[in-house]
């Protein structure tokens, strides 16, 4: 079966650190762009970060930008969010994603369903 599972969540405190790490089995996902997406109780989903294929370029939503990085090992098959200064807002599922296109993975409202997404891990942040 094809999956991507999610990793490195947990309860940080307020300014500390946590690094996501999304696992992909049962295909290469080196053509794929991949990203981060979230969900808080009552909240919508969220576009959080994205990378393309080859990672030559990134998205950020603003609220993240200079706090989170994404980045990709395409020889692990793997992705990555390294999150620093972390605050309470950014408690939520996080979740792994997979699609052919990035805008499906930059925006809140694709217009199209991910090609693939993990069961999510949870982060929490604690003030």
């Known amino acids: 079966q094809v999956q991507l599972v999610e990793s490195g969540g947990g309860l940080v405190q307020a300014g500390g650190s946590l690094r996501l790490s999304c696992a992909a089995s049962?295909?290469?996902?080196?053509?794929?762009?991949m990203g981060w997406v979230r969900q808080a109780p009552g909240k919508e989903r969220e576009f959080v970060a994205a990378i393309t294929w080859n990672g030559d370029d990134t998205y950020y939503r603003d609220s993240v930008k200079g706090r989170f990085t994404i980045s990709r090992d395409n020889a692990k098959n793997t992705v990555y969010l390294q999150m620093n200064s972390l605050n309470p807002e950014d408690t939520a599922v996080y979740y792994c994603?997979?699609?052919?296109?990035?805008?499906?993975?930059?925006?809140?409202?694709?217009?199209?369903?991910?090609?693939?997404w993990g069961q999510g891990t949870q982060v929490t942040v604690s003030s």
């Open positions: 049962g295909r290469s996902f080196r053509r794929d762009a």
């Open positions: 994603a997979a699609s052919r296109h990035i805008a499906t993975l930059t925006t809140d409202h694709p217009a199209y369903e991910y090609d693939f």
